[in-house]
């Protein structure tokens, strides 16, 4: 026995960008607001039983290693126009990158044998 049916595409879901992040990675990707803000916003979302930075355990820590990671691949690079013909910026930029890193390195040393575990 064999069925035919008539299908119809009503949408694409681009799965690359599609989906939920834990808590913490919504931060890191979504808010880049007014620091004034920032106490506000955050009240505001604990009134609401909704987790945020000061309320996610060992936030700090996981905040280090996803900059961490973003630091040690600086893919914001790629954004650069044409990189050929910037390539002052792009070594201002990579400059940045590895300090930051250096930086980071230097404070996860300190978690030396106590590193939190999410």
């Known amino acids: ?23 913490s990675e919504e931060y890191f990707l979504s808010y880049f607001g007014d ?13 609401l039983n909704i ?5 996610i355990k060992n936030f700090h820590f996981i905040q280090l290693l996803y900059d961490l990671k973003s630091n040690i691949a600086p ?12 390539n002052d910026l792009v070594q201002l930029k990579l400059n940045e990158s590895k300090t930051i890193v250096k930086q980071i ?9 106590t590193m939190p575990i999410a």
């Open 1 to 23: 026995f064999l069925r035919i049916i008539k299908l119809n595409i009503t949408g694409i879901i681009d799965w690359e960008w599609a989906g939920s992040y834990p808590c």
């Open 35 to 47: 620091a004034d803000l920032k106490p506000y916003f955050y009240e505001q979302l604990e009134l």
């Open 51 to 55: 987790e945020t930075p000061r309320t």
């Open 75 to 86: 893919w914001f690079l790629r954004e650069l126009a044409n990189p050929d013909q910037q």
């Open 105 to 113: 390195v230097d404070e996860l040393k300190t978690y030396s044998g």
